[in-house]
Nanobody, 125 residues
Framework: QVQLVESGGGSVQAGDSLRLSCVAS????????MAWFRQAPGKEREFVAT????????YYKDSVKGRFTISRDNAKNTVFLQMDNLKPEDTAVYYCASSRLGSNVMAVPTLYDHWGQGTQVTVSS
């Protein structure tokens, strides 16, 4: 059974940084594409960033390009989201997700097979 567990969320001020982590168990992590999505109150879940199984290709939502960096450590079954220069509009619950389509970059949530429980990120101005 695949389990994804996020951590690293918190409450910060605008301009601060946070690093989210997501540890996978029960999966073939090194073969899976991984992604981060987020959901703000009253809004639909939206794509943030994704990384292929090898880590060679990444893709970002336009509004986070240059501020967020997705990376992975296949030896530790962990994917990271480094978030710099955070803005109030980044406030949301952040979810990691995995897909067996490991060589693809995908922004559509229905293409992901497994999801974590989410971690809250709150950015105040």
């Amino acid at each position: 059974q695949v389990q994804l567990v996020e951590s690293g969320g918190g409450s910060v001020q605008a301009g601060d940084s946070l690093r989210l982590s997501c540890v996978a168990s029960g999966s073939t992590f090194s073969s899976d594409a991984m992604a981060w999505f987020r959901q703000a109150p009253g809004k639909e879940r939206e794509f943030v960033a994704t990384i292929t199984s090898t880590g060679l290709t990444t893709y970002y939502k336009d509004s986070v390009k240059g501020r967020f960096t997705i990376s992975r450590d296949n030896a530790k079954n962990t994917v990271f989201l480094q978030m710099d220069n955070l803005k109030p509009e980044d406030t949301a619950v952040y979810y990691c997700a995995s897909s067996r389509l490991g060589s693809n970059v995908m922004a559509v949530p229905t293409l992901y097979d497994h999801w974590g429980q989410g971690t809250q990120v709150t950015v105040s101005s």
